[in-house]
């Protein structure tokens, strides 16, 4: 028998009569840590990964001529009401719907809706 390429890897092969070297699979067992390393995974890891939190208040489409002729001053109209919910974008995905409020003299957000995932754009 000729000797297989594995067997200088240090594996111990054996060939089936089609001369194709076969070797039963080992695996690690697992010890439920969820790391090479042994360190316990958590959601914890992720809770300081830094987001980028969009509000949009609306959208519209403005030629380049227009948005040169803006000044201190002048009124963009947007493609929603007033007092219509605005969406709350995380990473440029939408997440939630909520509410413009004041707190303090500066604005927030109130979440009305949580978006589905299905529902995201």
Same mark, same amino acid.
């Given at each position: 028998?000729?000797?297989?390429?594995?067997? @200088?890897?240090?594996?111990?092969?054996?060939?089936?009569?089609?001369?194709?070297?076969?070797?039963?699979?080992?695996?690690?067992?697992? @010890?439920?840590?969820?790391?090479?390393?042994?360190?316990?995974?958590?959601?914890?890891?992720?809770?300081?990964?830094?987001?980028?939190?969009?509000?949009?208040?609306?959208?519209?489409?403005?030629?380049?001529?227009?948005?040169?002729?803006?000044?201190?001053?002048?009124?963009?109209?947007?493609?929603?009401?007033?007092?219509?919910?605005?969406?709350?974008?995380? @990473?440029?995905?939408?997440?939630?719907?909520?509410?413009?409020?004041?707190?303090?003299?500066?604005?927030?957000?109130?979440?009305?809706?949580?978006?589905?995932?299905?529902?995201?754009?």
């Amino acid at each position: 028998m000729t000797e297989s390429p594995l067997s @200088n890897l240090g594996f111990e092969a054996e060939a089936d009569p089609a001369g194709v070297a076969v070797r039963p699979a080992h695996f690690e067992t697992l @010890n439920g840590s969820g790391s090479a390393a042994g360190q316990t995974a958590s959601i914890d890891l992720l809770m300081d990964v830094p987001l980028r939190v969009t509000v949009e208040l609306g959208r519209t489409r403005m030629s380049v001529r227009q948005v040169l002729e803006l000044q201190s001053g002048s009124v963009v109209e947007l493609d929603r009401l007033a007092g219509e919910a605005v969406d709350v974008m995380v @990473n440029d995905r939408l997440m939630a719907r909520g509410e413009v409020v004041v707190v303090d003299d500066k604005f927030g957000i109130r979440i009305t809706e949580i978006v589905a995932g299905n529902r995201r754009e």
